[in-house]
C-alpha cells in the first residue's frame, strides 16, 4: 500500500495509512495543531515574489564574491 499523504513510499504495516514520515507530520499536528504547523509551514518553506527576489540578488552577490576571491588566490598561486 502506498501513503495516503506523500503518494509515494509505502506505508509503515499492513493495518497503517502513512509511512513514517508522514505519520510524524500527522503526530506534530496532532501535538501543536494543524494550522500552527501549516503557519510554519507557510512562513518557513513558502516564500512570496519579495523574498525570493532578495534570495537571487544575494546568491549573485555571493557568486561575484567567489569569483574574486577564486581569482586573487589564483593570480598569488601564479606569482609563487
Do not use: A
Amino acid at each position: 500500500m502506498v501513503c495516503v499523504l506523500c503518494e509515494k513510499k509505502s506505508v509503515e504495516n499492513w493495518f497503517g495509512s502513512f509511512c513514517p514520515d508522514c505519520r510524524q507530520i500527522k503526530n506534530l499536528g496532532n501535538v501543536y495543531g494543524f494550522e500552527r504547523v501549516l503557519e510554519i509551514l507557510k512562513k518557513c518553506c513558502i516564500r512570496d515574489e519579495n523574498q525570493l527576489e532578495k534570495k537571487i540578488d544575494n546568491h549573485r552577490v555571493q557568486k561575484s564574491d567567489e569569483s574574486y576571491i577564486q581569482t586573487r588566490s589564483k593570480k598569488k598561486v601564479e606569482k609563487i
